[in-house]
Nanobody
């Protein structure tokens, strides 16, 4: 499976961005799809994840109420709508496919996309 992410960029605090990640090579509807992020000097950590089988969504506490994860199984694509962005959201964002409600097991990684939020 190849994951192709897009949608990162530079935005002012309070602004919005939408990340997209399309899976190619095989269908991934049985997997959990989601996003991780990694800022300089920190570990990569899950931001949001969504399951197709039970519809559950997971959000890291700091993004609850601001970020929304959705998926389009027909397009093999997961999206992350990021609103009310803060400078601390600045990081490289990676899409991932795997298992566990919070994507504790990652089978496939996409390339990172940079999100920079200016104050």
């Amino acid at each position: 499976v190849q994951l192709q992410a897009s949608g990162g960029g530079l935005v002012q605090a309070g602004g919005s961005l939408r990340l997209s990640c399309a899976a190619h090579g095989r269908t991934v509807y049985r997997y959990v799809m989601g996003w991780f992020r990694q800022a300089p000097g920190t570990e990569r950590a899950v931001v949001a994840a969504i399951s197709q089988t039970d519809g559950n969504e997971y959000y890291e506490d700091s993004v609850k109420g601001r970020f929304t994860i959705t998926r389009d199984n027909a397009k093999n694509t997961v999206y992350l709508q990021m609103n009310s962005l803060k400078p601390e959201d600045t990081a490289v964002y990676y899409c991932a496919v795997g298992g566990g409600g919070d994507l504790r097991t990652v089978h496939f990684w996409g390339q990172g996309t940079q999100v920079t939020v200016s104050s």
